[in-house]
């Protein structure tokens, strides 16, 4: 239920399949859908949004496929009749749920469909706003307006040297909204996969509770907030604090401000970064020449965790007060132009890290982001280096205030053989041909540099990570806490351990099949099991959720991750046991054999049939929809047809998925019950729409 941006023909065949039993399965039920809107929805799920998951739809994800990708994407004809896309959304949720492909940690069914309920009345209007169009869509509307046929390519073509050559109206006001929108960035076209988070361990909130509250940035900033009170302190006219008051707070909060001589608060810098820290916290406000504690915060500072959670993401708007520039007498550094989208990404680059991220690794990675976003021009390397070098001081800056909150911890150490540069001499031809210079010179790979001096570096940089301690730079969980909870603010994944002990057996080993790494996995399912008390039911919970599951590729992905989850020992037993199970028997032959727990002489003639069969089934919805299907069993070659014959003489038990076989093999040339030499036409799958989708 997620794959890569790259996976595009895994992808495909998923959504094709998807789609078909969708269709298939509303009419039993006699619902609403249309087959070419479900695929634009799972595809908006796919293309448009940071974590792909194609099972979770939260309010925010129903709103902008109905109110941005539907009307941006999909191109209604002049005279075409609407498809229903709020009633096929709403069957597209039912019908997740009901095949148990809901991810558990997203909204109940109810609470999606409610989603669904508020937002379709604005659709309408949405679909015919010409701003929210796509470009494409808005070139095919125009020419189809104007009498062109636009399913005729030769026809549209035209049109467009004719708008080429400025001889086709269209709405110049309409066009220039599409354009800005584009260039800001403000379309669901641009939005970037975003990197999967390995899950996380993470105490309760109540021993976070109890670390924040030792925190002596929470007890200054509580002191700052309390010293202001209700009836607030005069500031300056440029709200600044006068000095009488400034050195009475050095001293109250322990700032370490040197006073003496001092004439001005604003020559005092911690205690001014503390003083803009608790304005960007919302703990404290300037109103009419006064210094107030706001009081909708007093319930925020009684609260330790949510103080420290309010403070941390105050950080990422301290940029003035933290890099920059004193006087006209100094410039910022690169690090100031790029601030908060560095720190994010240093943050989640330290997030869910197994092992602490060596100082150089951090830094060059950075050095990297910087390259990227600006235009280094041919100035010397001394040049370079010297702005690099106030960057890394800004960025040490940044990582002492993180430091000094309790979000990171730093040490020394040696770094962990993963973070050494990997050695890519032997992969020659292989190396992307366009590999920037910088980009295989932080990589470390040999000869991919040709300058001899950034081979130099990447030596360099060698020799500091394996020579020596370096320092070490690690998340604490208040830090761990703190960055996931922005993560899933963002529509990250950012999976918890813990967090599917109340999930129902489908939804948890469909989570761990997609999202977890073998270890949280294991972790995870040793949670869930003692959360139910008695092991014996709870596994009979999880093998039936393998024997319910309508899809024969899950399922044996969730039997494999529940082998590989459970004890040493227990999965071998658990599937030596499902071999005699009459439903799961197929699925478990396929486990053993694979673990090389069986072979092929150990297995009866009907074992070989059922994995014969299986087999079989899991290709054909591998193959994706009816149309992939068909050439997926051609592909088998003359074979297919005895193998065919043999799968459906077996005892399967999945007696539907046989005749579904039967019946493909029918209409393919040279398998069971075919003719041969009788090419099939092509054909769209059954209740997709004929209505074509431009980009």
């Not at 191109?75 to 896309?85: F, I, K, V, Y």
């Not at 006001?173 to 899950?199: C, F, Y």
């Not at 994944?493 to 813990?498: F, I, K, N, R, W």
């Amino acid at each position: 239920m997620r794959f890569e941006p790259e996976a595009e023909e895994e992808f495909e065949a998923a959504c094709g399949l998807l789609v078909d039993r969708l269709v298939r399965w509303a009419g039993e039920q006699t619902l609403p859908v249309d087959g070419f809107t479900a695929e634009t929805a799972l595809d908006y799920r796919h293309r448009a949004t940071a974590d792909g998951r194609l099972g979770l739809w939260e309010s925010r994800h129903v709103e902008e496929l109905l109110l941005s990708w539907l009307p941006q994407q999909v191109t209604e004809l002049p005279g075409e009749e609407r498809a229903d896309a709020s009633g096929t959304l709403r069957t597209l949720l039912r019908y997740l749920h009901a095949t148990q492909l809901a991810d558990p940690r997203g909204p109940a069914l109810e609470d999606s469909l409610a989603a669904v309920d508020a937002t379709a009345g604005r659709y309408p209007a949405a679909m015919a706003d010409r701003t929210r169009w796509g470009m494409a869509k808005f070139w095919a509307m125009t020419a189809a307006e104007q009498g062109v046929d636009v399913l005729d390519g030769a026809a549209l073509q035209r049109f467009a040297e004719r708008a080429q050559r400025g001889e086709a109206v269209y709405d110049e006001q309409v066009l220039d909204a599409i354009m800005e929108r584009r260039l800001t960035g403000n379309t669901l076209s641009g939005v970037a996969r975003a990197e999967p988070q390995l899950p996380v361990v993470l105490p309760p909130d109540g021993e976070l509770r109890r670390r924040a509250e030792t925190s002596a940035i929470l007890a200054q900033l509580r002191g700052l907030a309390e010293w202001a009170g209700r009836d607030g302190r005069a500031v300056t006219a440029a709200g600044r604090l006068r000095m009488a008051d400034a050195r009475e707070l050095v001293d109250v909060l322990d700032t370490g401000d040197k006073v003496d001589g001092v004439r001005s608060s604003a020559d005092l810098p911690q205690l001014g970064l503390l003083l803009e820290w608790a304005k960007k916290a919302r703990l404290v406000r300037v109103v009419k020449g006064r210094l107030y504690a706001v009081a909708k915060a007093r319930p925020v500072l009684s609260d330790p965790l949510q103080l420290w959670l309010r403070a941390f993401d105050a950080c990422f708007e301290l940029r003035q007060a933290l890099i920059g520039a004193r006087s006209g007498w100094h410039v910022e550094s690169m690090l100031f132009d790029v601030y908060e989208d560095i720190l994010e990404d240093v943050l989640n680059t330290l997030y869910s890290l197994p092992y602490p991220m060596p100082w150089p690794r951090l830094r060059d990675s950075v050095h990297l982001a910087y390259r990227a976003r600006f235009r280094l021009d041919g100035g010397s390397d001394l040049r370079h280096r010297m702005w690099f070098e106030h960057a890394d001081r800004d960025l040490r800056t940044v990582l002492d205030l993180l430091d000094d909150l309790g979000a990171i911890e730093r040490g020394r150490g040696m770094a962990d053989p993963v973070f050494l540069d990997v050695d890519l001499s032997d992969t020659g031809p292989e190396l992307p041909a366009d590999m920037p210079p910088e980009l295989a010179e932080l990589l470390g790979v040999a000869g991919a540099a040709t300058d001899p001096a950034a081979r130099e570096r990447a030596d360099a940089r060698r020799e500091e990570l394996t020579t020596g301690p370096v320092e070490l730079i690690h998340l604490t969980e208040l830090g761990t806490r703190a960055v996931r909870r922005r993560l899933m603010a963002a529509g990250r994944d950012a999976p918890l351990v813990g967090e599917l002990a109340q999930a129902p057996a489908a939804g948890l080993l469909g989570v761990l099949a997609d999202d977890y790494d073998p270890d949280s996995a294991r972790t995870e399912l040793a949670g869930w099991i003692t959360a139910r008390g008695v092991r014996e039911a709870a596994l009979r919970q999880l093998t039936d959720a393998v024997r319910t599951m309508a899809f024969r590729t899950r399922a044996q992905a969730m039997l494999d991750v529940l082998l590989a989850a459970l004890p040493d020992g227990e999965g071998e037993r658990l599937l030596r046991t499902l071999r005699r199970d009459t439903q799961l028997a197929p699925l478990a032959l396929n486990a053993l054999a694979q673990r090389e727990l069986l072979s092929p002489g150990d297995m009866t003639d009907a074992e070989h049939l059922l994995v014969l069969a299986e087999n079989l089934l899991q290709l054909v919805e591998l193959a994706g929809g009816s149309g992939s299907a068909e050439e997926a069993l051609r592909a088998q070659g003359p074979q297919a047809r005895d193998a065919v014959a043999a799968a459906l003489d077996s005892a399967h038990p999945e007696r539907a998925g046989l005749d579904e076989l039967r019946q493909l093999a029918a209409r393919v040339p040279g398998t069971h019950g075919a003719r041969p030499g009788i090419a099939r036409k092509a054909r769209r799958p059954s209740g997709k729409s004929v209505r074509k989708r431009r980009r």
